[in-house]
């Protein structure tokens, strides 16, 4: 999938309407995520001149090994910058949600971009106000350690979101 932008107001209607669908007691999802998302749109509209964006689902399954069982699930490629994550974990082993600079294979030994761990089931986000900027795209994959490539199963995955721009 390429970059395909639209308006930054049409992206954080689609976070609002995730954040508000995920079932955390029934509330959406916690408050200081939602909050986050809220000062990171703020942010972003009054200090960088309100970029278009793109809004990118996350399906964890997909990444599964009982699931999709796909090592790399490719988000975007080409050049962009990466404004932020949102990610809904379930279950109770760790999960590692690994991203990398690349347009078709996620790094699983330790030279991703950034990694995402997360051991209890819940919501957690991890926000770029500045903007991270990834020359070759956005490649993702769910595994069960920091340095390996074994991938995470789907009573365990995270499913979200990803906000990225020009």
Known sequence: MAV????????????KNALSAQNVASLGANPTSQAAFQGLRMYL??????????FIPI??????SDGGNNASQVLIAGALTLYGYYLFKKGSTETIFKGSD???????N????????ATTA???FE????????ASGLTVTENTARTTSTLTLAANQMSGFAIVGI
Not at 4 to 15: I, L, M, P
Not at 45 to 54: A, F, G, I, R, Y
Request: charged letters at 20%; proline letters at 4%; a negative charge.
């Open 110 to 117: 330790g030279t991703q971009d950034h990694a995402i761990a």
């Open 45 to 54: 509209s009054q200090d960088k001149k309100n970029p278009d964006l793109q």
């Open 127 to 134: 926000i770029y106000p500045a903007g991270r900027a990834l």
């Open 122 to 124: 819940g919501d957690v």
């Open 4 to 15: 395909v932008t639209e308006s930054a107001n049409k992206v954080w209607q689609k976070v």
């Open 102 to 108: 690349n347009a078709t294979t996620a790094g699983t």
């Open 59 to 64: 399906d964890g399954v997909y990444s599964s």
